[in-house]
């Protein structure tokens, strides 16, 4: 069964850290481009961060300069590193995957990626 699930989530403060882990199972991510997104209440769902299966990345306005994305094949995970939380940086996180090969390109669209995990609370609070 082809499943991604998140974890890592939590509450922080502002100004604070927080690591997301996306783990697969059920397929390996070697020749899958794995993206994170956000969705925040009453907000549209918005793309974070890319990584392609040749590590090509690629960030959205939001993230860049604060997050960093970065995969373990042998673990079988991608990670996305937040630094410097912002309260406007609570949603619900999600990672999605599309098989791309050795295509270093990152879909843009959420409906471009075929496998999500559930989701993974982040809350940035005083």
Same mark, same amino acid.
């Given at each position: 069964q082809? $499943?991604?699930v998140?974890? *890592? *989530?939590?509450?922080v $403060?502002p100004?604070g850290?927080? *690591? ?6 059920g =397929?390996?991510l070697?020749y899958y481009?794995?993206? %994170? ?10 793309? +974070?961060?890319?990584? /392609?299966?040749? &590590?090509g990345? /690629?960030y959205?306005?939001?993230?860049? *300069? #604060? =997050?960093?994305?970065? #995969?373990?094949n042998?673990? @079988?995970? +991608?990670?996305?590193?937040? @630094? #410097? ?8 996180y999600? !990672?999605a995957a599309?098989?791309m090969?050795?295509?270093?390109? !990152? ?5 471009e990626? &075929?496998? %999500?995990?559930?989701?993974? $609370?982040?809350? +940035?609070?005083?």
């Amino acid at each position: 069964q082809v $499943q991604l699930v998140e974890s *890592g *989530g939590g509450l922080v $403060q502002p100004g604070g850290s927080l *690591g997301l882990s996306c783990t697969a199972s059920g =397929f390996t991510l070697d020749y899958y481009t794995i993206a %994170w997104f956000r969705q925040a209440p009453g907000k549209e769902r918005e793309g +974070v961060s890319c990584i /392609s299966s040749s &590590d090509g990345v /690629s960030y959205y306005d939001a993230a860049k *300069g #604060r =997050f960093t994305i970065a #995969r373990d094949n042998a673990k @079988n995970t +991608v990670y996305l590193q937040m @630094n #410097r939380l912002k309260p406007e940086d609570t949603a619900d996180y999600y !990672c999605a995957a599309v098989e791309m090969g050795r295509d270093d390109s !990152c879909p843009k669209e959420a409906f471009e990626y &075929d496998y %999500w995990g559930q989701g993974t $609370q982040v809350t +940035v609070s005083s």
